[in-house]
T-cell receptor
Framework: TQLLEQSPQFLSIQEGENLTVYCNSS?????LQWYRQEPGEGPVLLVTVVTGGEVKKLKRLTFQFGDARKDSSLHITAAQPGDTGLYLC???????????FGTGTRLKVLA | NAGVMQNPRHLVRRRGQEARLRCSPM?????VYWYRQLPEEGLKFMVY????????ESGMPKERFSAEFPKEGPSILRIQQVVRGDSAAYFCASFDYYNEQFFGPGTRLTVL
């Protein structure tokens, strides 16, 4: 069974702090996506990374895909209350168009 | 995500009834995924469909669950003889040429 483990599972921080969320697997993925989900809504795509070692920046968010394409991280600089939500990573199983989702990290940023 | 429509948003069924969940993908997209999400958990893959074709249904229970995506009209996820354990949020995602999924707002199914 292919699994994507995310850590931490829960994170509560003060506004202005930095944080990193990790997404790890023993499987190799052809691409990996990060989503944010608000209560009562569907996940919204933040970024897709495809190449091993790739780094993408989206304003205060930095995404990295591991060299071996088995893991990824999401770093948020100077977190704001608007960053609060459930963060999900999803890996595309090579050659299948099938995605498995991580267990999720629930982030709360306190003002 | 704007563009992917799901209805109903909330559905209440009694045990033994049927549930029909609909998903209209973004314009021009001919592939959809269905996922199930339990509270405080990530999404679990159920089925991947192309118009008039099931590509991968390995995540869908063999009994009571079926999915279709006809040439015309929305994709339908059908759950027969629902049980309490079917209570969850069901999301569909529309899939584009660049291998990106765009999710609908979900249908929250409650089985009494």
């Amino acid at each position: 069974t292919q699994l994507l483990e995310q850590s931490p599972q829960f994170l509560s921080i003060q506004e202005g702090e930095n944080l990193t969320v990790y997404c790890n697997s023993s499987s190799v993925f052809s691409s990996l996506q990060w989503y944010r989900q608000e209560p009562g809504e569907g996940p919204v795509l933040l970024v897709t990374v495809v190449t091993g070692g790739e780094v993408k920046k989206l304003k205060r968010l930095t995404f990295q895909f591991g060299d071996a394409r088995k893991d990824s991280s999401l770093h948020i600089t100077a977190a704001q209350p608007g960053d609060t939500g459930l963060y999900l990573c999803a890996g595309e199983i090579s050659g299948t168009y099938k995605y498995i989702f991580g267990t999720g990290t629930r982030l709360k940023v306190l003002a | 995500n704007a563009g992917v429509m799901q209805n109903p948003r909330h559905l209440v069924r009694r045990r033994g009834q049927e549930a029909r969940l609909r998903c209209s993908p973004m314009k021009g997209h001919s592939h959809v995924y269905w996922y199930r999400q339990l509270p405080e958990e990530g999404l679990k893959f159920m089925v991947y469909l192309q118009k008039e074709n099931i590509i991968d249904e390995s995540g869908m229970p063999k009994e009571r669950f079926s999915a279709e995506f006809p040439k015309e009209g929305p994709s339908i996820l059908r759950i027969q003889q629902v049980v309490r354990g079917d209570s969850a949020a069901y999301f569909c995602a529309s899939f584009d040429y660049y291998n990106e999924q765009f999710f609908g707002p979900g249908t929250r199914l409650t089985v009494l």
